[in-house]
């Protein structure tokens, strides 16, 4: 699968993350945590257009995942 950004450090475990304001929890593959945590950065940052290139990725490969976390 193709990720959405370029240069990502993708790790070798999945992880559990939660969603700060639900309190749900998803167990994400390594490419999905490394996509998690660049929309995350790419928000704190203020680069809209690399959120929205990464929440289509997300949408598109992980949709319930996508609706517990980042919805």
Not at 4 to 15: A, C, F, H, N
Not at 22 to 28: K, P, R, V
Not at 30 to 54: M, N, S
């Amino acid at each position: 699968m193709k990720l959405p950004y370029k240069g990502i450090t993708v790790g070798t475990e999945s992880e559990t993350i939660t969603n700060p304001f639900s309190g749900a929890s998803c167990l994400l593959s390594p490419e999905a945590v490394a996509v998690y945590d660049t929309i995350q950065g790419c928000e704190r940052f203020g680069d809209y257009k690399g959120l929205q290139k990464g929440l289509d990725w997300f949408r598109r490969h992980y949709p319930s995942e996508y609706m517990v976390l980042l919805d």
